[in-house]
């Protein structure tokens, strides 16, 4: 089975809460805003290329690489994303969510949108482990495994 590799490197950063349930370090309530699509290539506070397919988050002060469930109140759906840049600073927002974050989590459309934060992990390794270094029996776990959940992480531009 050929999986596209986006399909799976969105949610790499969460394989060890997907075996165990993480304890939650803090929790927070407030607006989620969505990045731009001006960022889009542009080098994250953290250095790193920011891409709108990626789960990654902006926060003011929460250090880079903390692991974050976001959840939307209303739906109950939720994900788990990587601060790996600083912000939102403007409208009273809490936290900027990629494109495929907000689709995710459903207000896409709407720009903003209420959210639950619980903090999983505090900081961590300076960067994500690159996708070839994974195991490819554990990459094929995950990705299989998000298949046979029906999980959509389709990418559409």
């Given at each position: 089975m050929n999986v596209p590799v986006l399909k799976i490197s969105a949610l790499l950063s969460c394989l060890t809460f997907c075996k165990a349930k993480?304890?939650?370090?803090?929790?927070?309530?407030?607006?989620?805003?969505?990045?731009?699509?001006?960022?889009?290539?542009?080098?994250?506070?953290?250095?790193?290329?920011?891409?709108?397919?990626?789960?990654t988050a902006a926060h003011r002060s929460l250090p880079f690489n903390?692991?974050?469930?976001?959840?939307?109140?209303?739906?109950?759906?939720?994900?788990?994303?990587?601060?790996?840049?600083?912000?939102?600073?403007?409208?009273?927002?809490?936290?900027?969510?990629?494109?495929?974050?907000?689709r995710l989590l459903g207000f896409l459309g709407k720009g903003v949108g209420e959210v639950k934060l619980r903090i999983l992990r505090w900081g961590g390794a300076t960067s994500p482990k690159p996708?070839?270094?994974?195991?490819?029996?554990?990459?094929?776990?995950?990705?299989?495994s998000l298949l046979r959940r029906k999980t959509d992480l389709r990418i559409h531009h």
């Open positions: 993480a304890q939650i370090i803090k929790e927070l309530t407030g607006l989620a805003s969505i990045y731009h699509s001006k960022f889009e290539g542009k080098k994250t506070a953290a250095g790193e290329l920011f891409n709108q397919t990626f789960l903390s692991l974050v469930e976001v959840i939307n109140p209303l739906t109950q759906k939720s994900i788990i994303v990587r601060i790996n840049d600083r912000g939102p600073y403007g409208h009273h927002r809490l936290i900027d969510l990629s494109e495929t974050g907000a996708l070839a270094d994974l195991d490819p029996q554990v990459t094929y776990f995950a990705a299989d």
